[in-house]
């Protein structure tokens, strides 16, 4: 059916703005409508054609125009391509409809979502972290209805992502619904938990050494410490003592504050480095930009993939390592890393395990017949061994 022009109730004294608004689909009355084109009549008029929205029915309306007819040419291939789509889109939406879903603007999901992130900012949550957040939700609310949870559950449970990263969806999400006072009763993903690559110190040299002067002053502050990027990355002019060679770490995630000695090296390369504000070192975004470039050519140039797996927190994980193998102290490593619970320490005894257990240990070798000579020996990091012929034997790993 075709609603012709004497057909329709517009007269031509209405103007242009109030006919578009008097469009009704004569098929179900629904004024959502798309215009479809135009139709062009035996005696050389054009109409308007629409599209409605809701029933999918097309219908001419509105006053004949004046101006003379042109062959078109886009209504062959592309045209109809063009209301195949149209038809599909109108079909999905009944569907979508019918079945009882509710389709909610994009911009109503992102202003949900920026309000929540203002939300964990005003409870002091880190930048970082609120970042973190904010990728995830957006990522989601690309792929899927974020505001609907049984379509969340499908898209995680059909990703191609580790089960770590989707518990870290999942835990992201809880707090996102919490906020908006949705009920969910979220998918149980098991955290696996993996042992750290470890590379050579000539392979982190490497890199200190190939990469800017601000990003080598702070890879090298990092092999020393052992301290988190953030942590780095928070540090004041104020924070360092060059008269005693040391660095104040202010703690993140839980960690505890600790001060650290840091070589001459590091003290040198530090005092090279441009004071343009009170921190030391510019903006994560900053760093890692250079840092994941020049790793990649040195990758490359050197063809020694290893140096790919290399992070910033390969540093800290190389410093406790190396920290647990020189003294076999684990509690002496957990004060370095500020570590809070000795569990998150404990893997630095399977690395050292599992790294040096074909190599031969070396070791200084003193004695000492008095007292006076074995405290001396203990001050300077010696441990005592046995006693033979009334000897006290000590060694220090070399």
């Known amino acids: 059916m075709r609603v012709s022009c004497s057909e329709t109730h517009m007269d031509y004294g209405i103007g242009l703005s109030e006919g578009l608004m008097a469009v009704k689909c004569p098929q179900c009355g629904s004024k959502r409508v798309w215009k479809d084109g135009l139709r062009y009549l035996a005696n050389g008029k054009v109409v308007q054609r629409y599209l409605c929205r809701d029933c999918g029915y097309r219908f001419s309306h509105g006053v004949p125009s004046n101006k003379p007819y042109k062959p078109q040419y886009t209504h062959g291939y592309h045209g109809a391509r063009r209301e195949a789509n149209l038809m599909t889109e109108v079909l999905r939406r009944l569907e979508r409809r019918e079945a009882g879903a509710t389709e909610t603007s994009q911009q109503e999901v992102k202003g949900k979502i920026i309000e929540f992130l203002w939300h964990l900012r005003k409870h002091g949550l880190r930048e970082f972290s609120i970042r973190d957040y904010s990728q995830k939700l957006n990522y989601i609310a690309k792929k899927t209805d974020i505001l609907n949870p049984e379509a969340v559950e499908d898209f995680l449970a059909k990703a191609s992502m580790s089960e ?3 518990h870290h969806y999942v835990a992201v999400l809880k707090s996102f619904y919490d906020y908006l006072g949705i009920k969910w009763e979220p998918p149980t993903y098991r955290v696996v938990t993996k042992i750290p690559f470890i590379p050579t110190e000539a392979e982190l040299d490497i890199l200190i050494a190939n990469t800017s002067k601000t990003v080598s002053a702070l890879l090298q502050l ?4 052992g301290m988190r990027l953030g942590e780095a990355l928070n540090l ?18 839980g960690s505890l504050p600790r001060i650290l000695p840091i070589s001459d090296k590091a003290i040198a ?10 921190k030391i070192f510019p903006s994560r975004d900053a760093v890692q930009t250079v840092f994941y470039r020049r790793r990649k050519q040195l990758a490359f140039k050197l063809n020694n993939p290893r140096l790919l797996q290399i992070s910033f927190h390969t540093f800290r994980h190389w410093k406790g390592t190396m920290e647990y193998h020189k003294t076999k102290d684990i509690l002496h490593v957990k004060e370095l890393l500020g570590h809070k619970n000795i569990q998150n320490t404990l893997i630095y005894i399977t690395i050292d395990k599992a790294i040096f257990q074909n190599t031969t240990e070396e070791f200084h070798v003193k004695t000492a017949k008095t007292v006076e000579e ?10 005592y061994v046995c006693e033979i012929n009334g000897v006290k034997i000590f060694r220090k790993r070399k």
Not at 222 to 225: C, D, G, I, N
Not at 269 to 278: G, H, T
């Open 222 to 225: 990092l092999k020393e410490t």
């Open 269 to 278: 390369m530090i005092k090279r480095l441009p004071k343009k504000s009170e």
């Open 374 to 383: 074995a405290c001396k020996l203990i001050e300077v990091g010696f441990e």
């Open 164 to 166: 770590t990263s989707k």
């Open 236 to 253: 004041k002019w104020s924070d360092i003592d060059f008269e005693h060679k040391t660095v104040r770490i202010t703690p993140e995630k």
